[in-house]
């Protein structure tokens, strides 16, 4: 594993380090993971641009830091539906990943809740077929905490992938 960014599924983890996973709330039902050190800040952001011309779920993004950040909104890319655009602030979780180059590269994801720092045993891991199938082509792993299954985003297939590439993967 390289020192840019650890994920959950790090062997370290297999050896006794303690693993952690981000929980995600990206609607009100559902949850999604990244490891403890892929998610660098929560934000709350007023302005986002929206870029037209994308599909409803990455036509967002805001300039954080002289930055300018893409905001995916999963769950639009889940549902297939566009969610009414309101002016209030989003809460946006900034995270880390390292893209096809080898560099450490940002996102964001919004949030529709605070994210929760959980404890994750080796133990707790559940194959990725066992994901509902819209999640098995996003996910790099998946694990199971208190009866509720959860996937493991794969951060690089997220933000490396075209946006009519991503859409294919469904």
């Known amino acids: 594993m390289n020192n840019k960014t650890e994920n959950l599924t790090s062997p370290q983890g297999a050896e006794g380090q303690e693993l952690a996973a981000w929980l995600l709330p990206i609607s009100p039902t559902q949850s999604v993971a990244v490891g403890r050190y892929e998610l660098k800040y929560i934000e709350y952001v007023d302005a ?7 599909p409803a779920f990455c036509e967002q993004g805001f300039v954080w830091r002289n930055r300018f950040i893409p905001a995916l909104d999963l769950w639009s890319l889940l549902t297939r539906r566009r969610m009414p655009v309101n ?3 989003h809460l946006a979780a900034i995270i880390a990943y390292e893209n096809a180059q080898g560099d450490l590269a940002a ?3 919004l949030l529709a809740g605070v994210p929760k720092l959980v404890a994750v045993t080796p133990s ?3 194959p990725i ?3 509902h199938e819209e999640w098995q082509l996003l996910a ?3 694990f199971k905490d ?3 299954l959860y996937p493991v985003l794969n951060l690089r297939c997220l ?3 075209t946006p009519a590439d991503l859409l294919s993967l469904h």
């Open 87 to 89: 002016n209030a602030e």
């Open 140 to 142: 790099q792993a998946a």
């Open 159 to 161: 933000f490396d992938t």
């Open 124 to 126: 707790q891991g559940v």
């Open 107 to 109: 996102g964001a994801i």
């Open 129 to 131: 077929a066992e994901l």
């Open 48 to 54: 986002v641009v929206d870029l037209p011309g994308v």
């Open 146 to 148: 208190e009866n509720t």
